[in-house]
């Protein structure tokens, strides 16, 4: 439960900058909030919820579990790491169209740097070529976090804006008309009601 905890919230609280979100001490307390009460609810131990603690603490807790656990296995590139990944991200293809597989692993490895400098392990970075429309994706990406989303430009909170108005779209685009999904599973199988499910 805890590498979920992390997927969901460690990346926002190694590199919030990075990434475009403007906190202080304050807000990632409630964000550490959130996420401990989220974790209680879903069984988590005390001793295993990430969010136990100040925020120093879990940015603690968080920089050691990427150290120690995610890195070591996204460096090995195992084939069930492989399948999972593909799976992950082909799956979020429908919603958002920029996320490619390859430009998508070595924007994780440039992320996984930026949030432990003092990195020692060694990030390959696949070197099979990638296609223009990777390289496109990869490069708009590295773009759009290194130049319009720092917050210490005063522009990111128009292209913050923008970027939550592009995702708010794409969640009502897969909700009411999933035209990318027609691609991959066709129009019968594209529509899918996740609010039919009532969990008392």
């Not at 392990?121 to 720092?150: A, E, G, M, N, R």
Request: hydrophobic content about 40%; aromatic content about 16%.
């Amino acid at each position: 439960m805890a590498l979920t905890q992390f997927g969901f919230m460690g990346f926002t609280l190694l590199c919030a900058d990075y990434l475009g979100v403007a906190t202080n001490d304050e807000e990632l307390d409630g964000l550490l909030h959130f996420w401990r009460v989220i974790g209680r609810m879903l069984g988590t131990e005390e001793r295993f919820n990430l969010c136990n603690g100040t925020v120093k603490e879990s940015k603690a807790l968080c920089r050691r579990l990427l150290e120690e656990i995610f890195v070591p296995y996204y460096t090995k590139k195992s084939k069930d790491f492989e399948e999972m990944s593909n799976a992950l991200l082909e799956g979020l293809w429908p919603i958002n169209p920029f996320v490619n597989n390859k430009s998508f692993r070595i924007f994780t490895c440039h992320l996984i740097a930026s949030a432990i400098p003092n990195n020692n392990h060694s990030l390959d970075i696949d070197d099979t070529p990638l296609s223009l429309y990777s390289k496109i994706i990869l490069h708009l990406q590295l773009f759009v976090h290194k130049h319009l989303l720092p917050v210490h430009y005063w522009w990111s909170r128009i292209f913050r804006a923008h970027f939550n108005n592009q995702m708010k779209i794409g969640f009502y685009l897969t909700e009411k008309f999933p035209f990318l999904a027609y691609i991959l599973y066709g129009r019968k199988r594209s529509y899918f009601n996740i609010y039919k499910f009532h969990f008392d």
